[in-house]
């Protein structure tokens, strides 16, 4: 039976926390009853057990007819994606978002950017399940500020159950939570951005139709299986030499010296990368000292 069968799926409570993005899934247990219940109290209590587990257990997403018609056209093509990556949509997910994929400079954003959908497989590296091409996306390469509000966020953000809209006017589209810690301490003027099936950013990435189908159709298959959020990791380009250099008088070096480790890191060994943040500021775990984090 494919997923679209499962109307409820099992969702698995995994405790994961998505670090610097305020996102949380923390899993507790209650015992219930105590000594000696009465039977009435007995069948209460086993009641109320399966009816909380089974509310615990089904992810509530909205959902369209535009949505329902995607989901079965590109259910197949999902499914071989993952089974080609040695992964599969219950599996923990990143997606990686360069502004710029592309060396060299240009007038317009058209084109310039990748996403990237990564699973994870049972050795617990990611592998690569799918490229989209950014058709475009306001603003620039680097984080928003005071001087450049339309810029989109950059750093380490969260995706959940409930950023899908099947209802989007562009179609659809993936709301990426913002502001998050590092924002927040940091006073940037971070604001949630979308991922969508558009042909021009406006407040978002623009996938177009067929791109936007493939990635939330993954998301969409994999909240019904998992509370686990997907993280996000959007960076302005890979930090390269060629980007590096074209960038090098850039006034944004200060924060992405913060993001170049992560970036790296994922690149080079497709495993997920651990930090905090302190202050406003991304610490990567490798390189944390006492004196970092006080």
């Not at 502004?99 to 990611?126: C, V």
């Not at 299986?225 to 944004?252: A, D, G, K, T």
Request: charged share 20%.
């Amino acid at each position: 039976m494919g997923f679209l069968g499962n109307t409820l799926g099992t969702c698995r409570m995994g405790g994961r926390v998505v670090e610097g993005t305020g996102l949380e899934n923390q899993q507790g247990r209650k015992a219930l009853g105590g000594s000696n219940p009465s039977p009435s109290a007995s069948i209460l209590a086993v009641f109320l057990f399966i009816f909380m587990s089974f509310s615990l257990s089904a992810v509530q997403m909205r959902t369209s007819a535009r949505a329902y018609e995607t989901l079965k056209e590109v259910e197949e093509e999902v499914s071989k994606a993952f089974l080609a990556a040695g992964s599969n949509t219950q599996s923990d997910l990143i997606l990686v978002i360069y502004k710029q994929a592309k060396s060299g400079w240009s007038w317009t954003n058209f084109y310039r950017g990748e996403a990237q959908l990564w699973g994870q497989k049972e050795d617990g590296k990611y592998n690569l399940v799918k490229k989209f091409s950014i058709i475009h996306y306001p603003g620039e390469v680097g984080p928003p500020t005071v001087d450049k509000p339309e810029n989109l966020i950059e750093g380490v953000y969260a995706i959940g159950a409930q950023s899908l809209n099947p209802l989007s006017k562009n179609f659809l589209s993936i709301r990426i939570q913002a502001p998050n810690l590092a924002d927040k301490h940091a006073h940037r003027p971070a604001f949630p951005s979308e991922i969508h099936g558009g042909w021009f950013g406006q407040n978002g990435f623009a996938l177009g139709k067929e791109g936007i189908k493939f990635l939330y159709s993954s998301l969409y298959q994999h909240f019904q299986e998992s509370r686990n959020p997907v993280q996000v990791m959007i960076f302005p380009f890979p930090f390269q030499e060629e980007f590096l250099y074209s960038y090098r008088r850039s006034p944004h070096l200060g924060f992405w010296d913060q993001l170049m480790p992560m970036e790296s890191f994922f690149r080079e060994t497709q495993k997920r990368p651990r930090f905090v943040t302190k202050a406003g500021k991304y610490y990567w775990l490798s390189e944390i000292s006492r004196e970092a984090l006080g």
